[in-house]
């Protein structure tokens, strides 16, 4: 019953507009940008760059650009490696079929990776959610763009979204100390959590991944990377069920974003209309990720497709029906992963007792 009211309940606001509207700003410039220039085979990097600005949200000014600045490097690597994953496809002359199971292996690095540098540079998001979305979406892209200007492009994102973060010292009345923190050495109990997580994250992200793929190649269905990212989103929460919750709150908020979605692809927008509704979308999933799980997912729903749309054209059916089924499948297989450990627990208790 507490896990169904979670679903409903509004935790209290913490300056969500203030996160929100540096977030909508960061990804909206860039793109419009390619809008002007007719290059939005490079928007894929120039969103990812982006995220950036969703790290640091209330920090004072110095610590947040450290925060952001880590978080866009981190960014900008996985961009690369996925890029040179979708080339190494190429180059093996690998078939379709081994090209999707090259992606799942490296998505499933980048998963375990990046969860363990995230917990070890201390950022805010945790885990490997957008890493594992970015390595995924950029290496399935059939056409690749020159390397270094979906490189420049993602470097150049990232610098904006690292003075949009500091644009605030322009106004003394909300100017911080530079003081750059002081890193805390991690404690051993810290180190063990952080690996401990990181193998999560690696099995989630896998095993999503791998069921996806084989179901859809049976069933035919695609984006088999939306499974894994569903998979790790259970994986973040301070109880079992907490962490089960926001498993079944990424499906209840995924479906009725694809509502949504669905009321936006029937007015047909042409290119800056779809970059007005990536901000707009950016904008409402930063003013409730920290408050509302499931009204946040309404929101990156259908900023996910939308922007999958921008980049790599494709029937709106086919990804309203591949975002719910994968969707479904990852969530199942993070929560499985969640309970796994409290089920090996009680069998082992009963195993003694018996």
Same mark, same amino acid.
């Given at each position: 019953?507490?896990?169904?009211?979670?679903?409903?309940?509004?935790?209290?606001?913490?300056?969500?507009?203030?996160?929100?509207?540096?977030?909508?700003?960061?990804?909206?410039?860039?793109?419009?940008?390619?809008?002007?220039?007719?290059?939005?085979?490079?928007?894929?990097?120039?969103?990812?760059?982006?995220?950036?600005?969703?790290?640091?949200?209330?920090?004072?000014?110095?610590?947040?650009?450290?925060?952001?600045?880590?978080?866009?490097?981190?960014?900008?690597?996985?961009?690369?490696?996925?890029?040179?994953?979708?080339?190494?496809?190429?180059?093996?002359?690998?078939?379709?079929?081994?090209?999707?199971?090259?992606?799942?292996?490296?998505?499933?690095? &980048? +998963?375990?990776?990046?969860? /363990?540098?995230?917990?070890?540079? =201390?950022? $805010?998001?945790?885990?490997? #959610?957008?890493? %594992?979305?970015?390595?995924?979406?950029?290496?399935?892209?059939?056409?690749?763009?020159?390397?270094?200007?979906?490189?420049?492009?993602?470097?150049?994102?990232?610098?904006?979204?690292?003075?949009?973060?500091?644009?605030?010292?322009?106004?003394?009345?909300?100017?911080?100390?530079?003081?750059?923190?002081?890193?805390?050495?991690?404690?051993?109990?810290?180190?063990?959590?952080?690996?401990?997580?990181?193998?999560?994250?690696?099995?989630?992200?896998?095993?999503?991944?791998?069921?996806?793929?084989?179901?859809?190649?049976?069933?035919?269905?695609?984006?088999?990377?939306?499974?894994? &990212? +569903?998979?790790?989103?259970? /994986?973040?929460?301070?109880?079992? =069920?907490? $962490?089960?919750?926001?498993? #079944?709150?990424? %499906?209840?908020?995924?479906?009725?974003?694809?509502?949504?979605?669905?009321?936006?692809?029937?007015?047909?927008?042409?290119?800056?209309?779809?970059?007005?509704?990536?901000?707009?979308?950016?904008?409402?999933?930063?003013?409730?990720?920290?408050?509302?799980?499931?009204?946040?997912?309404?929101?990156?729903?259908?900023?996910?497709?939308?922007?999958?749309?921008?980049?790599?054209?494709?029937?709106?059916?086919?990804?309203?029906?591949?975002?719910?089924?994968?969707?479904?499948?990852?969530?199942?297989?993070?929560?499985?992963?969640?309970?796994?450990?409290?089920?090996?627990?009680?069998?082992?208790?009963?195993?003694?007792?018996?």
């Amino acid at each position: 019953m507490k896990m169904l009211s979670e679903m409903f309940t509004m935790a209290p606001g913490n300056k969500d507009h203030q996160v929100a509207i540096r977030c909508a700003v960061g990804v909206f410039v860039p793109l419009i940008t390619l809008v002007f220039l007719d290059r939005l085979d490079l928007a894929i990097f120039a969103s990812f760059g982006a995220f950036a600005g969703i790290y640091g949200r209330n920090e004072p000014h110095a610590k947040r650009f450290l925060l952001q600045f880590r978080a866009g490097a981190l960014m900008v690597a996985v961009m690369l490696l996925a890029a040179l994953t979708a080339r190494a496809g190429v180059a093996l002359a690998l078939s379709a079929a081994d090209t999707v199971w090259l992606q799942v292996a490296a998505t499933t690095f &980048v +998963a375990g990776s990046c969860s /363990l540098i995230v917990a070890w540079w =201390r950022l $805010r998001p945790a885990g490997s #959610l957008f890493h %594992i979305f970015a390595v995924a979406a950029i290496a399935s892209i059939p056409n690749q763009p020159p390397l270094w200007q979906a490189m420049l492009v993602a470097v150049l994102t990232v610098s904006f979204s690292l003075l949009v973060g500091l644009s605030s010292r322009v106004l003394p009345s909300r100017r911080t100390p530079w003081i750059l923190p002081a890193s805390a050495p991690f404690t051993p109990a810290e180190t063990r959590t952080a690996l401990l997580e990181s193998v999560g994250y690696l099995v989630a992200a896998g095993l999503a991944g791998t069921l996806a793929t084989l179901l859809g190649e049976q069933l035919g269905f695609g984006h088999n990377y939306w499974a894994m &990212v +569903a998979a790790v989103v259970p /994986l973040v929460g301070h109880t079992t =069920r907490h $962490r089960v919750s926001r498993g #079944l709150q990424r %499906i209840v908020g995924t479906a009725i974003g694809l509502v949504l979605l669905a009321g936006i692809l029937l007015l047909q927008p042409v290119p800056w209309q779809t970059v007005m509704v990536i901000a707009a979308c950016q904008f409402g999933a930063e003013m409730f990720i920290a408050r509302q799980y499931v009204l946040a997912q309404i929101f990156v729903t259908p900023l996910a497709l939308v922007s999958t749309l921008l980049v790599a054209p494709s029937a709106p059916g086919v990804l309203l029906r591949d975002r719910i089924f994968d969707t479904v499948i990852g969530a199942a297989v993070g929560i499985a992963v969640v309970l796994a450990p409290a089920v090996r627990r009680r069998l082992r208790t009963a195993a003694r007792e018996g």
